[in-house]
Each structure stands twice: as structure tokens, then as C-alpha cells.
């Protein structure tokens, strides 16, 4: 794992951006074509306001897979990761397509199958994820499951994961966040060539200290990305702020 400090949240939005467009631009010479894993929340949002900024890229040549979304939620809603996705990238680029999790479906369980299927025909070049406060990857809440081969999964959310959406202002009260999502899988994650983690803000320092100097745990869902060799983690001074100087390169 790499880990480099950016001085601002802007700044490490397009460092990540630049890395994660570099990965996107080797599959396309390499194959010609990309697939990419996108996360949402307010950590994203610098990264993606860079990425869908740089002309460099052949967007009809890219597929997107979305990395989560709650159950029972309308597609409307202000929290719903579709809605977000459809704003931050599908609607400003030409995508060649983008899989969306259908956080109403009738039947997850034939949910996470269709795009299990669909991922397996897709190597991912590069996965844009982030680390929540309770170190959850993905909605991959602690302890986490990093045993099972399903690419998609029906996972319960814990309360510090769903305190942390109505902290960020995407629901009015605990009791409208939904309790239930659907989620990609810690190993699928784990199959994409490049990771590119984007963790901004103070209230994520505990969470990507124990991700980044801790054992790999379960209880620490993102700290499984030290075992992926092609991973960078992209900080601010706030995020970085409880990790040692010697873990720090400054971008």
C-alpha cells in the first residue's frame, strides 16, 4: 500500500483523479477498453469532479460498476447512490455503460447474481473506493466477511455506518437511514488491478489508522487493502493526522 498526503481535500481529489485516469488510460492502450468500480459519498466528490474533467480519456471505451447502495430506496431519494452517480459521472460522460446496483429491487438476492454476472465478464482495471468511520470498504461493515467469493452481497448496516450518512446530511434522522444494502464483496474488491482510496477529513483519522498501522481484521474491514500491492491511499492532513511521519509520502 502507498499512502500520500495531499495538502487539501481539492488536491488530493486530483492527485487520486490523476492516478485512477493513468490506470484508465493503460487498459485502453493496452485492450482497448477500461472497467472501472466507483464509490459515492462525500469523499468522492473531489475525484470525481477531476476524473470527469480529464480530456484525455475515451469515456465510450469505459464500463463502470457501482460499488453500493441501500435497500429500499427510491432512486430519487437525495441519498441514493444512483441519483449521485447519474449527477458526479454517468451524466457528463459518454460511458460506454455503467451497471448500477437496483436498490429496489424486488429480490436482492437475484439482484447481487445479475451483477455478479456481469462483473465476471469485466476485469476491473481500477476501483475508486473510500475508508468510512468505522473502517468499513464499500458497505462492508465490521467484521467484515472476507471469505466469500460472491461479488455482490445482502449486508446488514451497523449503527456507526448509518450515524455516519446522517452525519454527512444525507438523511433527516437515524431512524430514515435504511438498515439493509447491497454491497460489493471484500474480495471483489480485491480483484481489481489498481485500488485508488480516497479518505479525506478528520472524522476518517482513527478509521485509516487502524486500516493503514493495525493487523488485518475483519473488525477493521479496510485494513485488507494492505494486502493489495497496487493500492494507494490519498489523505489530507486531517485524515492523515494519526498515522507516523515514516508512512507519509506528500504529493
Not at 471469505?147 to 444525507?170: H, K
Not at 437511514?177 to 485508488?196: C, D, H
Not at 493495525?214 to 490519498?234: E, F, K, N, R, W
Request: overall charge negative; aromatic content about 6%.
Amino acid at each position: 500500500m502507498n499512502i500520500v498526503v495531499a495538502p487539501n481535500a481539492m488536491l488530493l481529489g486530483q492527485a487520486a483523479a490523476a492516478d485512477g485516469a493513468a490506470a484508465i488510460l493503460d487498459a485502453i492502450a493496452a485492450r482497448g477498453r477500461a472497467n472501472i468500480i466507483v464509490a459515492t459519498g462525500a469523499s468522492q466528490m473531489e475525484t470525481l469532479k477531476s476524473l470527469t474533467s480529464d480530456v484525455r480519456i475515451d469515456w465510450t471505451r469505459v464500463t463502470g460498476f457501482h460499488l453500493d447502495e441501500y435497500l429500499g430506496i427510491l432512486e430519487s431519494h437525495r441519498a441514493s447512490f444512483r441519483l449521485y452517480l447519474k449527477r458526479r459521472l454517468v451524466d457528463l460522460v459518454p460511458l460506454a455503460g455503467f451497471n448500477y446496483v437496483d436498490g429496489e429491487a424486488e429480490d436482492p438476492v437475484a439482484e447481487c447474481e445479475r451483477l455478479g454476472a456481469l462483473i465476471a465478464d469485466h476485469p476491473i482495471d481500477v476501483a475508486f473506493v473510500g475508508i468510512g468511520e468505522n473502517g468499513h470498504l464499500a458497505f462492508n461493515d465490521p467484521p467484515a466477511d472476507f471469505e466469500t467469493e460472491q461479488p455482490y452481497l445482502v449486508v446488514e448496516l451497523d449503527e456507526a455506518c448509518r450515524r455516519q450518512q446522517l452525519g454527512e446530511g444525507w438523511f433527516d434522522s437515524l431512524g430514515d437511514v435504511p438498515g439493509k444494502a447491497i454491497s460489493m464483496s471484500v474480495r471483489q474488491i480485491l480483484k481489481s488491478r489498481r485500488i485508488i482510496c480516497s479518505v479525506p477529513d478528520q472524522r476518517k483519522a482513527t478509521a485509516v489508522a487502524n486500516s493503514v498501522e493495525g493487523q488485518i481484521t475483519p473488525d477493521v474491514p479496510a485494513s485488507i487493502l494492505q494486502s493489495h500491492d497496487l493500492t494507494t491511499l490519498y489523505l489530507d492532513p486531517c485524515s492523515a493526522s494519526q498515522i507516523r511521519a515514516d508512512h507519509q509520502s506528500p504529493s
